[in-house]
């Protein structure tokens, strides 16, 4: 039997997901944002919805596609930052569904 290797971005997109878009479970602070030399978020999501431009631009932050795991709180708020100013699990029946493990 030939097991077929699948990239990170094949296995995220199993994922479900019933998003809320008027409200975000996660908000950044864009101005705090810009203050933070090293920006561990950038790298530290595992779904990449950190992203930043070039160097001198600004963090954009896109809720969707969050996989809940809080990564970027940790990474964030350990480093002495401050500019995710909400972190929650999305309400009710929103979020991520996982469909493999
Ligand atoms: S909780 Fe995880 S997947 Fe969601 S934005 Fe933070 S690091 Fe990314
Ligand atoms: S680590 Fe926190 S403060 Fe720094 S860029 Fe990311 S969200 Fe903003």
Same mark, same amino acid.
């Given at each position: 039997?030939?097991?077929?290797?699948?990239?990170?971005?094949?296995?995220?997109?199993?994922?479900?997901?019933?998003?809320?878009?008027?409200?975000?479970?996660?908000?950044?602070d864009?101005?705090?944002?810009?203050?933070?030399?090293?920006?561990?978020?950038?790298?530290?999501c595992p779904?990449?919805?950190?992203?930043?431009? %070039?160097?001198?631009?600004? $963090?954009?932050? =896109?809720?969707?596609?969050?996989?809940?795991?809080?990564?970027? #709180?940790?990474?964030?708020?350990?480093? %002495?930052?401050?500019?995710? $100013?909400?972190? =929650?699990?999305?309400?009710?029946?929103?979020?991520?569904?996982? #469909?493999?493990?």
């Amino acid at each position: 039997m030939t097991v077929k290797k699948q990239s990170v971005e094949d296995l995220l997109g199993y994922n479900k997901f019933n998003a809320d878009e008027k409200n975000p479970h996660i908000v950044i602070d864009k101005a705090l944002c810009a203050q933070c030399t090293d920006k561990p978020c950038l790298v530290a999501c595992p779904a990449v919805l950190y992203r930043q431009k %070039g160097e001198n631009s600004e $963090v954009t932050f =896109d809720h969707l596609g969050c996989l809940e795991c809080g990564t970027c #709180r940790i990474v964030c708020h350990n480093h %002495g930052n401050k500019g995710i $100013v909400k972190w =929650d699990y999305p309400v009710g029946t929103f979020g991520i569904s996982y #469909r493999y493990g």
